[in-house]
């Protein structure tokens, strides 16, 4: 069985064009990384941050970035338990789970020396709810070292978009727009 993987392996890696082949793979480490989300309510604002469940990222040689996110909905975890109670049942969490964006950016190259950034925007689709919608996420991407990368961006999505009913406090909704803000750290590799 093992053989037979790794042959299939080798098959798929040899038919790659030489410029896939050269791509570099990235795992992003699930322990330094967070999903944090902010909702403003009249009185005050409220975040929640989870740590990605999955994450993958390929750097191509001519500069393409794929990013591939997801989290558990059930992990936001805002310190007040009530509050995650209430956004676990406005955000239907047992129908729907995950939360996960892949997306593009282009024009990514590593820095001749270490540390460097890059800024980048990455288009593509955002599924939360049920729902899949286009995305633009700025980002700034730091190359930490060769082995390492650090994705930091932020970006807005309307909750009525996603047919989700806006929570409610002292009678009065959250507002529709809810910030995302990725940190990711990828590693090389793994």
């Given at each position: ?28 480490k699930k ?13 005050h ?25 997801r989290?558990?909905?059930?992990d936001?975890?805002?310190?007040n ?5 209430h ?32 800024p ?23 190359f ?12 807005k ?15 009065v ?18």
């Open positions: 069985m093992i053989a037979r993987r790794l042959v299939l392996s080798a098959a798929l890696l040899f038919a790659l064009p030489a410029a896939a082949q050269n791509a570099k793979m990235y795992s992003v322990d330094a990384s967070s999903l944090t989300y902010k909702l403003i309510h009249k009185m604002t409220v975040s929640g941050k989870a740590p990605p469940s999955e994450g993958k990222a390929v750097l191509k040689p001519d500069g393409t970035l794929q990013v591939a996110v989290a558990q909905v059930k936001f975890d805002s310190q338990s009530n509050r995650d109670t956004m676990l049942e406005v955000t239907e969490a047992a129908k729907y789970p995950l939360v996960e964006v892949k997306a593009v950016g282009t024009g990514v190259k590593p820095p001749a020396t270490f540390p460097g950034s890059v980048v925007t990455l288009k593509g689709k955002l599924t939360f709810h049920g729902v899949t919608k286009d995305v633009e996420i700025p980002m700034t991407v730091k930490d070292s060769a082995k390492q990368v650090t994705a930091d961006g932020s970006f999505i309307s909750l009525e978009g996603y047919n989700i009913e806006r929570p409610t406090l002292l009678l909704k959250v507002e529709d727009e809810l910030v995302l803000e990725p940190h990711l750290v990828f590693t090389e590799g793994t």
